[in-house]
């Protein structure tokens, strides 16, 4: 990487970070460019360098997060395809995910909070959807006994996982990774009925 890049990178990692402190302080909608600006020590033609404006900022930031986090899962993916059971595939691959939602909480606290632009939940979930159809598409056998429509299976599979992350983050992360895959499991296993 040319030192010039090295610079940018530099200052869309300042401009990004700033922009998150921010955030924690006040909603999205009451952000100014100014504000960004001013708390970075940068002029503003620097930050149009790098960004349209500030929707612009927040949106490359949420497609790094999920492209990171659509990789993250493919990644796995490859790695546990020879995994004994479909359900120990599971397991780790849960395990993974609370490991990259914890490196990850600082962003997706911001952006879950009441601070963050309306519709990241939305946007955040349709991104996991679609990662978790790929993965159970893997295993084609899956779906020859599911009763109902594969939409409704994906939708509440998502929802009940992302709405254990969430908890997981409201609850500055009270347990390790490790802690709520084994919560996760207890919880599909009460669900199961066994």
Not at 11 to 35: P, V, Y
Not at 41 to 49: E, V
Not at 164 to 170: D, G, K, N
């Amino acid at each position: 990487m040319s030192i010039y890049e090295e610079k940018k990178q530099r200052t869309k990692q300042l401009i990004q970070t700033t922009f998150m402190n921010l955030l924690a302080e006040k909603s999205f909608d009451s952000i100014a460019i100014g504000d960004i600006t001013k708390k970075a020590d940068i002029n503003r033609g620097t930050f149009y360098l790098h960004y349209l404006d500030k929707f612009d900022l927040l949106e490359q930031m949420e497609e790094q997060l999920f492209s990171d986090l659509g990789n993250h899962i493919d990644k796995l993916q490859s790695h546990y395809l020879s995994a004994p059971t479909f359900e120990r595939e599971q397991e780790q691959l849960a395990s993974a995910l609370f490991s990259f939602i914890e490196i990850h909480s600082p962003v997706l606290k911001a952006f879950l909070s009441d601070h963050g632009r309306a519709g990241f939940h939305i946007r955040f979930k349709n991104a996991f959807s679609e990662k978790v159809r790929l993965n159970l598409e893997q295993h084609g056998s899956f779906y020859e006994t599911l009763n109902v429509p594969k939409d409704y299976f994906i939708s509440f599979i998502t929802s009940a996982f992302l709405g254990l992350v969430e908890q997981w983050i409201q609850n500055e992360l009270d347990k390790t990774p490790d802690e709520m895959t084994a919560c996760y499991i207890e919880i599909i296993t009460f669900i199961q009925g066994k």
